[in-house]
Structures are given as C-alpha cells and as structure tokens.
C-alpha cells in the first residue's frame, strides 16, 4: 500500500502517454504553441511505462488512467491499454480524451479493456467549438461520444465553464449529457501560465445559480477521493462540479501523475517530481521503487490555488500532466 505523509492512500496513477495534442485549446495552452517537442528517444515506451505501471499495481493501486495532451494520437495506444488489462483485468481502466478519433478508436479500445471515458465537451456551438480548440472539431467529438455509447463504455463529459463563452448552454450541456446517459462534470476553469489571458471562468455558485432556472438542485455525498462535488436534480439526474479553489478538494487526494518522458508529479499544480526514466531503461526496479517512495514523500498537503485562486499559479502546462 503507497501512504503519503499525510495518511492519504495513494491508489490513483495517472499516466500522461504523451504531451502532444491535436487541438490547441484556449484554456490549456497559448495560440503559437508548437510543442516543446521532447523527442521521441526522450519518451517512454509502451513496455517502460508498463514495467512501472506493475510496480504500482503490486504496490495497492487500483485504478489507472491514461490522458495526454491526446492520448488517441499516440500510435497504438490500445495496445497499452491490453497490456495493462491483461495484467490485471479487474482494475478501473479509464481514459480521458477530447473525443476527436473516437469514432475510429472506441470499439479497439474497449476491446482492448478500456472500461471507461471522461470526454471533454465544452459547447454544442460548432462556432464557439472552433473558438475554444481553435480548429473545427465539433462533429467529429459528437460522433466519437456516440461511438463511445455505442460500445457500451461508462462515460463522463467534462466541460470547462466559461464567463461569456458557453454559460448560456450549461442546461443544454447537462440536458445533452443526460440523453447519452452520460454524467457532465463542470470544471472551474484552472488558472494556468499558458491559457489565453482573456478567458474568465464560472465558479461553483455561479455554475448552480444557471442550473437552479430550470432544476431544483440538491447536494449529495460524493466519493471519498473524488475532485469532483456531486448534486443531483429534481428528476434524479446526478452531475458533479470540479471546484479546485475549494478548502478540502486536497483532503482526500490519491493520486500521483507520470509524464510522457518518465517525470513523476506528485501533484497536477506542483512543480517538483523525480524522473524515473534511466531507472526504467536500466531495469533498475529498486531504483524505481525508490524514486516512487521519495516523490510520495514529497506529495504535499494542499496545491498552489488555495484561499479562492489568490495562491501560486503553477507553470507547468495541463498537456504535460494530463490535467
């Protein structure tokens, strides 16, 4: 079992397979990003990555997730997901993508054991689609979240909640979700170094005030180590809000994060982690072992946007660590 020191179980890997995105999204990196492309020799393999995946698995962890930038652009990525799941077939297998190549991808995937998707949909507005990713996408997601339902995976839409941008859809979002029997999460838009300096994001107050014109709304008990605060409506139907502002969103955290190039992140917003690449590459275990102990030490209590989003904002870009 991994414990930090401060009791939490960490229980939660994250593994972000790559930092390349084919989107550019307006609240995750600036519009002339090309990539601080780290070279292909300088990431890890399907086979390092699986190797450190076992020891965490042997170690207590019980779920996985692979995110990006876009997980789906990086070749094969459903062979990852077979290698995994065939080495412990009862863990919780998700995924998190913007949904582009799913039409293509889903049924591999769940073939493959991929049990679940969180699928980013912020708008239902082609327009306002091609102004957050900055190229037209819409249609292609629509029919991905399709495909995804389709082949029968448990799905989550995740939409950032945006000032002026699509706070006139947040019922249609939800209503939308609810048709795909699909939970939506509202995220607090995250303040962050690389995003467009103009976007102004809805907090949780103002998320439910929209919902509570057509919904009474009520708050039930989350999961112990979700992010994510859950309500349910008048007609039954349960959505969350991601509040990262909020004084106990670090409570019950149980997750560690592992870059693309072997960074291993004790926190999303924490800029400190210990590279196990050279210890996977010479098949040093121990050392691995080691590094894992010494970044879940160093996993601290709270991250850097406490007290209402006036704390630190991190640097480190969400296509590095998979948000």
């Known amino acids: 079992m991994l414990v930090d020191k401060f009791g939490r179980v960490i229980d939660y890997l994250r593994i972000s397979v790559t930092e390349l995105c084919n989107f550019k999204c307006r609240y995750c990196m600036p519009e ?24 965490c698995l042997d170690n207590g962890v019980k779920k996985v997730r692979l995110t990006g930038g876009e997980p789906l652009v990086r070749k ?10 065939d080495y412990k077939p009862g863990l919780d297998l998700a995924m998190t993508t913007n949904g582009y190549y799913l039409k ?4 591999e995937l769940r073939e493959a054991g991929l049990k679940r998707l969180n699928i980013s949909l912020d708008t239902l507005d082609a327009k306002k689609a091609n102004f957050l990713a900055r190229k037209e996408v819409l249609s292609y997601v629509l029919a991905g979240i399709d495909e995804a339902v389709n082949e029968g995976f448990v ?9 002026g941008v699509n706070d006139g859809e947040l019922i249609e979002l939800l209503e939308f979700a ?39 709304i009520k708050e039930i008990t989350k999961s112990p180590n979700s992010p994510s605060s859950l309500f349910v409506t008048s007609d039954g139907y349960k959505f969350g809000i991601i509040d990262p502002h909020k004084h106990d969103f670090c409570a019950s955290c149980n997750r560690l994060r592992l870059s693309a190039d072997g960074l291993l992140i004790p926190c999303l917003y924490y800029e400190d982690g210990q590279s196990i690449k050279e210890a996977m590459r010479a098949r040093d275990y121990t050392k691995a072992r080691e590094i894992l102990k010494a970044v879940l030490d160093a996993k601290p209590e709270k991250n850097k ?6 704390g630190e904002i991190s640097s480190r870009a969400f296509y590095q660590t998979g948000g």
Request: hydrophobic share 35%; aromatic share 10%.
């Open 32 to 55: 002339d990003n090309q990539f601080n492309n780290i070279g292909r020799d300088n990431i890890l393999s399907y086979e390092e990555m699986f190797e450190f995946v076992k020891i």
């Open 76 to 85: 094969d990525i459903q062979k990852f997901v077979k290698m995994i799941n």
């Open 104 to 107: 293509q991808k889903a049924k």
């Open 155 to 163: 799905i989550k839409l995740n939409t950032v909640a945006l000032r």
């Open 178 to 216: 609810k048709s795909k029997n699909a939970q939506i999460r509202y995220i607090e838009f995250m303040e962050n170094t690389h995003a467009a300096s103009d976007l102004k994001g809805l907090k949780k107050d103002d998320i439910l005030e929209i919902l509570s014109k057509k919904y009474s």
């Open 305 to 310: 946007w406490e007290n209402d989003g006036k």
